[in-house]
């Protein structure tokens, strides 16, 4: 009885670890067309969304997933292929503000205050997506962040209909980057095809293209 029962753990543990394996590859395969390295020949998109990330490591020194997101932000806006950037991330916290911490870099390096919109509600990438349409009304941008990021972020925006292109900044090495990424994808699987999950704030409508507009009425 033992040994079946060791068999089948077994089974059932090589089932799970191909199928999480078999959903990775369809992810990365699934969004490879949407992904640009170059950012020459990244198409043109109104709105830039940034997914944010904590500026410090644990250490005290600057994060590169944070450093190089920001960079990517400066060089599309820089060179046309974005007019506005929104700044999504978290807000849990009075001393943690992932958007306001972007908009003062963003800043420092010449981008106008006026092409910046924040997000404070973008707590996972979820979240950042799926807000991005339907609170900021935009359902054709550019994502700024990592490929591995990329590729779950468009999977996402993929299944809730929203046209969507990343721009890959590069990636850093970290340990078990990989293993929390296959998770993350096994839990974004889950939350798209089965939870029915909803960013845990929506609130109104707040179309970013208006908002040159709203600025000269203040």
Known sequence: ??????????????????????LDYWISQKTEPYIYHNAEKLPYRQIGVVLGTSKYTRGGGINSFYRNRIEGAINLYKLGKVDYLLLSGDNAQKSYNEPITMRKDLIKAGIPNNAIVLDYAGFRTFDSIVRANKVFDVNNFTIITQEFHCERAIFIAQKQGINAQCYAVQTPKMRMLRIRELLARVSAFFD???????????????PII????????K
């Open 1 to 22: 009885m033992l040994k079946k029962i060791i068999t089948a753990l077994l089974a059932l543990t090589l089932i799970t670890i191909g199928s999480i394996l078999i």
């Open 192 to 206: 798209l095809y089965f939870l029915n999950q909803q960013p845990k704030y929506l609130g109104p409508v707040i």
């Open 210 to 217: 208006n908002k040159e507009q709203l600025l000269s009425e």
